[in-house]
Structure formats: C-alpha cells, structure tokens
C-alpha cells in the first residue's frame, strides 16, 4: 500500500511512541510553525482592532486564540486517554510492514 506522506509520518510517530505515555506536549510542540503564524495573524489583527478604537473586538479576538489552544489541548488529552487502547489493539507488525514498504 502507498502511504502519503503525511500518513507515513502518522505511523513512524505512533510505532515510536508505542508502548509510551502519549507524548502530548511533544505534539504541541511539533505544531509549534503553525501556532506561530496564527498567533501573529491574530495579533496583529488584534492590535489593528485596538488602534481603531474596537476594544471589544481585539479583547475578543485574544480570546480567539486562547480558545485555539485551549481546544487543541483538550482534543490531545482526549487522544492520550484513547492511547492505551488504540495500542493494545494496533497489529504492530502490520504497522512495520508498511513502514517498511514506504522507506525511501
């Protein structure tokens, strides 16, 4: 099977995590790229908003952002609470296999 690359990044990470706690800061952590570019997007529209007055909107748009992380740590302590399980019943051998197949 052709993995993309994505999905083949997808299974190296759990095949090295396995056996593991969920790594959940560490995937924070790997996103850290993203989180900046939409921190600074956020604000610099904050402080425009705050510059024409609009209090309430760049106040609320902080409040956009501290909303992001806050949902993605909450979805990441729900994937570490599903970890043990989704271990258990993972064929790891299947997992290396395809692993395997995809190395280039």
Known sequence: ?????????AL??????????FPIIGTL?????????????ICCYSW???GLGQ?????????????????DIIWLRLQSRMWPL???ITDWNEVEK???ENQT
């Open 86 to 88: 989704n271990n258990a």
């Open 55 to 71: 209090t309430e909107l760049s106040i609320a748009s902080l409040g956009f952002l501290l909303g992001i992380l806050v949902r």
């Open 48 to 50: 425009w908003a705050w």
């Open 12 to 21: 190296v990470n759990a095949n090295n995590n396995r056996g593991k706690k």
């Open 29 to 41: 952590l790997k996103s850290w790229k993203t989180y900046i570019i939409i921190s600074l997007v």
């Open 1 to 9: 099977m052709k993995l993309t690359k994505y999905q083949f990044q």
């Open 98 to 100: 395809l692993i395997n």
